[in-house]
């Protein structure tokens, strides 16, 4: 009976699927084999191969971190910050900065000689906050008031404000950061001597390949410089002589429209519309 049992192919098939084990002798070898000498334990039970939880961190942990110290500022005009070192090096830059530390007792302390004192603010208090002061007012594209800034940038420096924080955040590594200055810079309102200042600095301070801060600067005074040129032309001109690409950028924001405008034209022609280009021959 037992060569007939053996010999029985259901069993067999069952048995290489990993099918019921028979519970005679020999069944602990079974289930010791598959990794689980006591036949009560749980599958996951303390101490076996469960999934890892992740551990999160409370805020008070990075209270609980050393103190770095911030000296912003060249010379008699710098001034000393102070920062919690687990917020500081959630930022690539500092991270590095921090790795070089020793636990000998020796200051943490960082240099930012080139850094702008109100941008490493704002970089700050986004650290412990997830924001920096002015926010944006919640669903709308305005920011909250500050009494102490008129309602009309006129001179950009409230642009420029933003603008620091996006090229710090941009040298620190924070993306996050960037996003941020960038869609506060759309909600200011500003003149034309304002939005030169504006670009004056963003053709200054990134790069050629910069397109999220730079095209919009761009198409900014390709759609509005018949107006804008007339209030500060100048400024304008002097803007395009300083930097090429300033004028370049919108110039071919120009052409791109009016081809576009053509080729609709074209497209479409107005009705009794009697114009003609003048033809040349070849």
């Not at 906050?129 to 008129?150: A, H, I, M, N, W």
Request: glycine content about 10%; some cysteine; proline content about 5%.
């Amino acid at each position: 009976m037992a060569d007939e049992f053996h010999d029985d192919p259901i069993e067999e098939k069952q048995s290489a699927a990993g099918g019921d084990v028979e519970m005679g002798d020999g069944a602990g070898e079974g289930t010791i084999e598959d990794g689980n000498p006591d036949a009560t334990q749980l599958p996951f039970a303390e101490g076996g191969d469960g999934p890892e939880v992740e551990q999160r961190i409370q805020f008070v942990d990075y209270l609980q971190s050393p103190i770095v110290t911030l000296i912003v500022g060249d010379g008699g005009a710098s001034t000393v910050l102070t920062a919690h070192q687990a917020l500081l090096t959630q930022s690539p830059y500092f991270a590095d900065a921090c790795a070089a530390f020793s636990d000998d007792g020796s200051p943490r302390q960082i240099e930012l000689a080139a850094d702008n004192i109100d941008a490493v603010g704002c970089f700050l208090e986004f650290l412990y906050t997830g924001d920096y002061f002015p926010r944006k007012l919640p669903g709308q594209r305005v920011l909250e008031s500050d009494p102490s800034l008129p309602d009309i940038d006129e001179t950009g420096d409230q642009l420029l404000k933003h603008a620091r924080v996006y090229t710090m955040a941009e040298k620190f590594g924070m993306g996050k950061l960037k996003g941020l200055a960038t869609s506060k810079i759309h909600c200011v309102n500003s003149t034309a001597k304002g939005e030169i200042a504006y670009a004056r600095y963003v053709y200054a301070y990134t790069g050629k390949e910069d397109n999220s801060i730079r095209a919009p600067v761009a198409n900014f005074w390709a759609t509005r410089s018949h107006t804008l040129r007339a209030e500060a032309e100048e400024e304008f001109r002097g803007l395009c002589l300083e930097y090429p690409q300033f004028g370049y950028d919108v110039l071919t924001r120009v052409l791109d429209e009016k081809l576009k405008r053509d080729g609709q034209t074209k497209l479409h022609p107005g009705a009794g519309s009697g114009r003609k280009r003048p033809r040349h021959n070849v």
